[in-house]
């Protein structure tokens, strides 16, 4: 493939309200939106840079114009893989490669992916961190839905999930930590959590000070999410981590995500797709991750108050496959 243009540029969407985690709240989103076209077929792709992981909105879009000349001399999707680091920047170049094949191609993606056609999914429906009674009430809200997702990482993690419950009593429940806990807080929690019903926590301890999770009882099933990023993950991650969070943003694209996913399966971990806090032009590629995973957690449109064009149609919580004009 050669004689492709890319374009990368900034893209600005309100949340609906505001977006609450332990690091912090947010009333908009700033993302990513990479082009490539060959003047007859245009593909897209998207990306959310996140601070936790050193990107900036400017840096990711000043990684992908570097490439310019080289994408317009031939490098393809394969070449990419290694030419870049996973993240951001190769997650909106490598699905933008990806759309541009389907398109050009007349081909679904998840044909020219090898994979089964995309059904129905049911996301998680993050409810942000707040006082308990905010999050009761917004449990309360949303009670309807079948999976519940909620931010945690403060003193009163407890009485946070009792108001939840409280508000949501038939709904699955699983919980983000986003690093705020420490050992002690998990073997505290963690039996008071599961007879709450919660199924889940995702990165309870701060990366790299998880070693300890490989030497305690687990009965709350803990999940890899700022711990896991690509395959090289994986091998540090046996015997600490019952399942892994995949986000197309940590591995660097869709291709990376469906290897890690095939080899987190046959090493016996559980799977949950994650997103960052985007658009449904981020979430079509990720659907084809979560195609038969424990858990997806792909609500980003859900949170907002303006989506793209051609959007992701939701049923409450069901997600339809994406319209090949968004994506794919």
């Known amino acids: ?122 996301t998680a429906y993050t409810i942000s961190l707040g006082e308990p009674e905010k999050m009761r009430a917004q449990a309360a809200e949303n009670a309807h839905r079948p999976l519940l997702k909620v931010k945690l990482g403060t003193d009163d993690d407890l009485g946070r999930i009792e108001a939840v419950r409280a508000g949501a009593p038939d709904s699955a429940i699983i919980v983000d930590a986003n690093e705020g806990w420490s050992v002690t807080a998990y073997q505290a929690l963690a039996p008071a959590l599961v007879r709450l019903g919660v199924a889940l926590v995702e990165q309870p301890l701060p990366a790299g000070d998880d070693e300890a999770l490989r030497h305690i009882e687990r009965p709350l099933p803990v999940c890899a999410d700022e711990s896991c990023h690509a395959r090289p993950s994986l091998a540090d991650l046996k015997g600490k981590y019952d399942a892994i969070n995949i986000k197309i943003d940590k591995t660097g694209g869709l291709t990376e995500a469906l290897l890690l996913k095939q080899e987190a399966e046959a090493m016996g971990f559980q ?47 069901v997600m339809h496959p994406a319209e090949p004009v968004l994506w794919g």
């Open 1 to 122: 493939m050669s004689g492709l243009y890319v374009s990368a540029r900034e893209d600005v969407f309100p949340v609906a309200g505001s977006f609450t985690i332990s690091r912090g709240s947010r009333t908009e989103i700033r993302v990513v939106t990479v082009t490539l076209t060959d003047g007859a077929h245009t593909g897209r792709g998207e990306s959310v840079p996140y601070a936790r992981y050193g990107e900036t909105v400017d840096g990711v879009i000043a990684d992908i114009l570097s490439l310019e000349a080289e994408i317009r001399a031939g490098l393809d999707r394969e070449a990419l893989q290694t030419r870049m680091k996973p993240g951001a920047a190769r997650n909106a170049l490598d699905c933008a490669f990806w759309d541009f094949a389907a398109k050009s191609s007349g081909k679904p993606v998840w044909q020219l992916a090898g994979l089964q056609k995309p059904g129905l999914l049911t």
């Open 271 to 317: 799977i949950m797709t994650g997103c960052m806090l985007g658009t449904s032009l981020a979430m079509a590629p990720a659907m084809l991750v979560a195609e038969g995973a424990a858990f997806v957690d792909l609500d980003g449109p859900l949170l907002l108050a303006q989506d793209r064009a051609n959007a992701i149609r939701f049923d409450g919580s």
